[in-house]
């Protein structure tokens, strides 16, 4: 009985052995691995590069049009390739920004105009210093699908018995 033990000790130091230099063998992770740079879009930019700006401002700066894409992502949760032809994880120079043939750049458009519209119809509303302002998350918040149904109501609280 106690050459069956001495046996399985000895089989365990030498299995944890071999586990540590098979372990010593790999090279170790980088400490902090740090992401591909995605390439800035914006360095080669040129006015004449902005194709099928329909409702947007035609003189937006790189910047600014950067901003609000963002905004817009954020606000349904989706990333370029929602709206645009591309590969997520793909630089950015592979994406085909000028087709505007995915039905959801119609949507945006409309979306654009109807939240420009709701602006302009409550711009005298609020106050000076916070007016109303409808945007994208206002609807979305953080969803591609707005709920169309408003939620369950909070329960009254009791009214006490006299």
């Known amino acids: 009985m106690r050459r069956a033990v001495q046996m399985k000790f000895?089989?365990?130091?030498?299995?944890?052995?071999?586990?540590?230099?098979?372990r010593a063998q790999q090279p170790a992770p980088p400490a902090n691995p740090q992401p591909?740079?995605?390439p800035n879009p914006l360095e080669d930019w040129k006015p004449d590069?902005?194709?099928?700006?329909?409702?947007?401002?035609?003189?937006?700066?790189p910047d600014a049009l950067?901003?609000?894409?963002?905004?817009?992502?954020?606000?349904?949760?989706?990333?370029?390739?929602?709206?645009?032809?591309?590969?997520?994880?793909?630089p950015w120079s592979t994406y085909d920004f000028t087709d505007g043939t995915k039905k959801r750049h119609e949507v945006a458009r409309l979306?654009?105009?109807?939240?420009a519209g709701l602006n302009e119809a409550f711009k005298d509303l609020g106050e000076a210093?916070?007016?109303v302002k409808v945007t994208c998350a206002t609807c979305h918040r953080?969803?591609?699908?707005?709920?169309i149904t408003?939620?369950?109501?909070?329960?009254?609280?009791?009214?006490?018995e006299k």
């Open 129 to 131: 210093d916070e007016p």
């Open 142 to 147: 953080r969803s591609r699908h707005p709920e």
């Open 10 to 22: 000895a089989v365990v130091v030498v299995m944890t052995l071999a586990w540590a230099g098979l």
């Open 111 to 115: 979306m654009v105009k109807s939240t």
């Open 49 to 61: 590069m902005l194709h099928s700006i329909e409702v947007l401002p035609k003189d937006i700066t």
């Open 66 to 90: 950067m901003k609000l894409m963002k905004e817009w992502n954020a606000s349904l949760n989706v990333d370029c390739v929602f709206c645009h032809k591309g590969q997520i994880g793909k």
């Open 36 to 38: 591909a740079a995605q």
């Open 150 to 160: 408003p939620p369950a109501a909070a329960p009254k609280p009791e009214k006490p």
